[in-house]
C-alpha cells in the first residue's frame, strides 16, 4: 500500500492499535477458505501496446458498492502489469498480477497479504462502448463486477468534488527536470497562466514515500487541486512525479533528503529558464516532509525567493515519530501502558538506527515493534502467520532504507535557521502526524533566533494532517473526507504567494513575524 505524507514512518513504525484501527494492506472483501483463480486469468504476453484505466465497482453484501481504479499496461511482447487503486480502503497503486487484456475479456488478481487462496480475482466481459461486467472471486464468495474505461484525463465517477476537471484556462505542458549532480531525470506538469506575464512561479514538494506530481492520495489529488487554484490566479505552478514514480527515473527509497533537496533546486532553476516567468518570485512550497526538502533547498540557493511549508516537520525526527506513535495510538484508544511500551519498542528501533547498527540488530528490533502492534490490533486475529511475516519484512527494508534513515535523523535546525527569505507556514490543528502546536512553536523560536523579519505562522482551526476539515484528524479519516483541501487554505497560499511576487524581493523583505490562531482569507 502507499504511504501516507510522512506514513513511510507511520506504516514502519505505528501500524495502529485500538478501536477502529485498519488492518494493514486490507482487502477488497473478506478473505475466506479456499478459491480458485478467475477462469482464464493468466499472464498475457502484448502483441500491442496496452494503456487502459478502468474505472470498477463492486456490489458486496448489503447492497453496498466498493469502487476502484485500474490502470493496466503493456509495450508489445511485455507481459501485461497494472497497479488497483481502491481509496476507501487506502489502496493506492498496488501490483496487480496475472493481468490480461484482450478483445473480449479484462482480468487481474491483487495479491493480498496471507495464503494465495484468499487473493482477489477480477474477470469481467467487454459488453460494447467501454463497458465490462464479470465477477470478483474471493474465497467462497462471487460478488458482481462492473467496469468502464476512462477517457485520457478522465476522472472515475467518484473522484473528490474538488479535483479539477479539464478544459482548464491555462497551458499544461509536460517537461521534464534533470538533477545535474547525479543525472536522475523527473518528469512532470507545467501549468502556465493566461497572458505574457511574467508570472510568479512556484515548486511542489511531496510527502514521503512514492507520490506522483499530484500527491494522489485515498483518491484525492491535493497537488493537483492546489496547482489549479494557483495557476488560475496567475501562479505558474511545476509539480513533478518522485523519483521512481511516473515518468521519473531513480529510487526514492535510496535517495535522502540532501539529494531531494538538490532535485527541488534543479526544478527551480528549470524554471528561472522558461519564458514568461518571474525570476524574481520562483518559490518551493512542500506538504509535510517535502516543507523539510524546502528549506533545506532554500538554505543553499540564492535563486529561491520564498518557501511555504504545509504541515512541514520542525523538530527532530526522532520526536516527531515518537509524538506521531502516540498521537496515532491514543486517538485509537489505547491506554498510556500500550503507549509506552510502544514507544519505548519503538526507540529501540531508531537507537539501532542512529548507533549504526548491523542488519540482524536492527531486524531484531522491527521484529519486536510489528509484533506488538499485531498482537495489540484489535485486528490480530484476522492477521495470520503469513502476513505478519510479510509485515515484519517490509517494514525492516522501510527502516532499512536511507530515505527513512535520513528522515528519521534529520534535524531541521540548521536550515531553517539558515533561512533568509519569505516563509509562510500552515499547520493543521488536527494534524496528528505533523501536531501543530509543537512544530509552529519550534518553528517560530528557530526563526527568531536567526532574525528573520519575513515568516508568517498559522494553525488552521479543524485541519488534518492533508488539511481537510477533520472530525478527528486520524488517518482513517482521510479515505472518508470528500474535501481534498480547505478554500481557506488554498486562498491564504494564493494571497500569500501572490502578494510576495508583488515586491519581487530576492532575499526576503521587511515584514512583520506574526503566528495566528487560523488561516482566513
Known amino acids: 500500500m502507499r504511504r501516507l505524507p510522512l506514513s513511510l514512518l507511520l506504516a514502519a513504525l505505528a501500524v495502529g492499535c485500538g478501536k477502529d484501527a485498519p488492518a494493514p494492506k486490507p482487502a477488497p472483501a473478506p478473505a475466506e477458505a479456499d478459491a480458485t483463480p478467475a477462469e482464464g486469468n493468466t499472464p498475457q504476453v502484448a502483441d500491442a501496446r496496452v494503456d487502459q484505466r478502468w474505472s470498477g465497482e463492486v456490489t458486496l453484501p448489503g447492497d453496498q458498492t466498493l469502487a476502484f481504479t485500474a490502470h493496466l499496461r503493456a509495450e508489445p511482447g511485455e507481459a501485461a502489469r497494472g497497479t488497483i487503486d481502491i481509496p476507501v ?11 490480461k487484456v484482450t478483445g473480449d475479456v479484462v482480468a487481474f488478481t491483487l495479491a493480498t497479504p496471507g495464503p494465495e487462496a484468499g487473493w482477489a ?50 497551458e499544461a505542458r509536460e517537461v521534464t527536470v534533470q538533477n ?29 514515500g512514492p507520490q ?7 483518491g484525492h489529488k491535493p497537488f493537483l487541486v492546489l496547482a489549479d487554484h494557483l495557476t488560475r490566479a496567475g501562479v505558474a505552478v511545476l509539480r513533478l512525479d518522485d523519483r521512481g514514480v511516473g515518468g521519473s527515473q531513480g529510487d526514492l527509497a535510496s535517495t535522502p533528503l540532501d539529494v531531494l ?12 529558464a522558461q519564458p514568461g516567468i518571474d525570476r524574481e518570485a520562483v518559490g518551493l512550497l512542500g506538504h509535510s516532509e ?9 538554505s543553499d540557493l540564492a535563486e529561491i525567493d520564498f518557501v511555504v511549508m504545509l504541515a512541514g516537520p520542525a523538530v527532530p525526527g526522532r520526536e516527531l515519530l515518537s509524538s506521531q506513535l502516540a498521537a496515532m495510538m491514543r486517538g485509537q484508544g489505547a491506554s498510556d501502558e500500550v503507549v509506552d511500551k510502544h514507544l519505548a519498542l519503538q526507540k529501540a528501533v531508531l537507537d539501532a538506527l542512529a548507533d549504526g547498527k548491523d542488519a540482524a540488530t536492527l531486524r531484531a528490533a522491527v521484529d ?39 528522515v528519521a535523523m534529520h534535524d531541521p535546525t540548521e536550515s531553517l535557521e539558515r533561512l533568509k527569505v519569505p516563509v509562510l507556514a500552515l499547520f493543521g490543528a488536527k494534524d496528528i502526524q505533523v501536531p501543530a502546536e509543537a512544530n509552529a512553536k519550534a518553528l517560530r ?42 478554500p481557506e487554505v488554498l486562498e491564504r497560499v494564493t494571497q500569500w504567494i501572490t502578494a510576495r511576487a508583488k515586491g519581487s524581493a530576492k532575499g526576503g523583505g521587511a515584514g512583520e513575524a506574526m503566528e495566528t490562531e487560523a488561516a482566513t482569507p
Open 89 to 99: 480502503q487506502g489502496v493506492q497503486a498496488m501490483e496487480l498480477r496475472d493481468v
Open 121 to 170: 480475482h477480477f474477470e469481467a466481459r467487454r459488453e460494447g462502448d467501454g463497458l465490462a461486467k464479470g465477477t470478483l472471486k474471493q474465497g467462497p464468495a462471487t460478488l458482481p463486477l462492473t467496469m468502464r474505461t476512462l477517457a485520457d484525463g478522465e476522472l472515475p465517477a467518484d473522484a473528490p468534488p474538488q479535483t479539477p476537471r479539464p478544459p482548464y484556462p491555462y
Open 180 to 208: 545535474p549532480n547525479d543525472q536522475v531525470t523527473l518528469a512532470g506538469t507545467l501549468t502556465m497562466p493566461e497572458g505574457d506575464g511574467p508570472h510568479p512561479a512556484v515548486v511542489l514538494l511531496t510527502g514521503s
Open 212 to 218: 506522483d506530481r499530484d500527491e494522489t492520495l485515498f
Open 261 to 272: 533537496a538538490a532535485d527541488a533546486r534543479a526544478a527551480v532553476m528549470f524554471l528561472d
Open 290 to 298: 517535502g516543507g523539510a526538502v524546502a528549506a533545506l533547498a532554500a
Open 368 to 406: 519486536a515493534l510489528v509484533e506488538a502492534q499485531v498482537t495489540d490490533s484489535p485486528n490480530a486475529a484476522q492477521i495470520p502467520p503469513e502476513a505478519r511475516k510479510e509485515l515484519v519484512d517490509a517494514h525492516a527494508a522501510a527502516v532499512s532504507s536511507e530515505a527513512f534513515r535520513s
Open 445 to 486: 523560536e528557530l526563526l527568531e533566533a536567526a532574525e528573520h523579519t519575513d515568516f508568517t505562522i498559522e494553525i488552521v482551526e479543524g485541519a488534518n494532517h492533508l488539511f481537510q476539515t477533520a472530525e478527528t484528524g486520524g488517518v482513517d479519516e482521510y479515505a472518508r473526507l470528500k474535501e481534498t483541501l480547505k
